[in-house]
């Protein structure tokens, strides 16, 4: 068996933004470095490391207090963006605390890993890139 994961794009508008709905119900396999964003295949994220995460909607929900999810910018090293538990909402653009991708030679795609899930955690995440 496998976690049951949906990935939906709700806005890619060239120049402007590119907003997307990750969501996963656990069967306590979980997910190890998976491509969740695909740059090459969107309009608005780039292959060149440019974009910078802006803001995110999560909810995660586990069994485990340390349980988490972590999104990470994909390149020949990878680089953690954020690492979430809980529930909460970030606009990082108010305050221009964009997180930058640091990633060494970077491909622009978003990878994402869960940490120590069991059978029925799940997690919703919504993240707004400009």
Do not use: C
């Amino acid at each position: 068996m496998a976690d049951t994961v949906t990935t939906q794009t709700i806005a890619d508008t060239s120049g402007i933004k590119y907003v997307v709905k990750l969501t996963n119900v656990s069967d306590g396999t979980g997910e190890t470095t998976v491509k969740k964003v695909d740059a090459s295949a969107l309009t608005f994220m780039t292959e060149d490391g440019n974009r910078k995460l802006s803001k995110i909607w999560y909810s995660i929900n586990t069994h485990d207090n340390k349980a988490a999810v972590e999104l990470l910018w994909d390149g020949t090293i990878n680089a953690t963006m954020v690492l979430l538990s809980g529930n909460g909402y970030w606009d990082l653009r108010t305050p221009g605390n964009e997180i930058p991708n640091n990633s060494t030679s970077p491909t622009g795609d978003v990878l994402l890993s869960t940490k120590n899930f069991a059978s029925g955690d799940n997690y919703t995440i919504i993240a707004e890139f400009r």
